[in-house]
């Protein structure tokens, strides 16, 4: 047996469990995890009806695939939901021939969350996140979603690993990777993006 099975479940690892039969337990889920799902969505589409759109057919699958889900612990639950919406979003991406309008749009007109920064000019504890966005374009797409997942939706390597079907010592290489191409891209505009900020 491994250490997680020796484990105890935690309320929410039995929350889990439930929500394969119990309705109710399955609103619990879904309230815990939609907000987060929307926002990775959201990091991923740059346009909020698309994202909502797509965040909703995430829920629909895991609604109607939830009585067969194997999983025993919220960790299993949290790889395999974040599993979909990677699928579901890289599919909008594939198909949208106006990606790169999306991107151009958000950007241009500033609609994505700053997080923390009230638009404070004088401002060093935040970068500037509409610069780091449009360096995050000039990423390829494995480092995007490393990048999305680590340093947005900070979830461990471990879970990213599982998330993309990767190596966890092929997570952590793209990320670090795509940070050091951030700090090339930036240096000239903006300080230098703190990698110890985003851990």
């Keep these: 047996m491994t250490e997680q099975d020796e484990s105890p479940l935690t309320a929410n690892d039995e929350l889990v469990v439930a929500a394969r039969t119990d309705r109710d337990a399955f609103g619990e889920i879904y309230e815990a995890y939609y907000d987060r ?3 990775f969505c959201l990091k991923r589409l740059f346009d909020r009806s698309i994202a909502e759109d797509v965040c909703g057919e995430v829920f629909l699958y895991v609604a109607k695939h ?3 889900f194997r999983g025993t612990t919220e960790q299993d639950f949290r790889r395999w939901v974040y599993r979909i919406a990677t699928t579901e979003t890289n599919a909008i991406i594939r198909r949208n021939k106006r990606r790169q ?4 749009d958000a950007l241009l007109t500033n609609r994505i969350s700053t ?3 009230h638009n404070d000019e004088t401002s060093t504890e935040q970068p500037d996140w509409t610069t780091v ?3 995050i374009r000039q990423l390829n797409q494995r480092q995007k979603m490393v990048v999305t997942l680590r340093l947005f939706d900070e979830l461990p390597y471990e879970d990213i690993a ?3 079907k990767i190596r966890q010592a092929t997570a952590r290489v793209a990320y670090s990777r795509a940070i050091e191409r951030l700090r090339q891209l930036l240096v000239s505009d903006s300080p230098e993006l703190d990698e110890t900020k985003v851990r």
């Design 115 to 117: 997080q923390g920064s």
């Design 66 to 68: 939830m009585h067969a």
């Design 133 to 135: 966005y449009q360096a």
């Design 37 to 39: 799902i929307l926002g």
């Design 101 to 104: 309008e999306l991107w151009d």
């Design 162 to 164: 599982e998330i993309l």
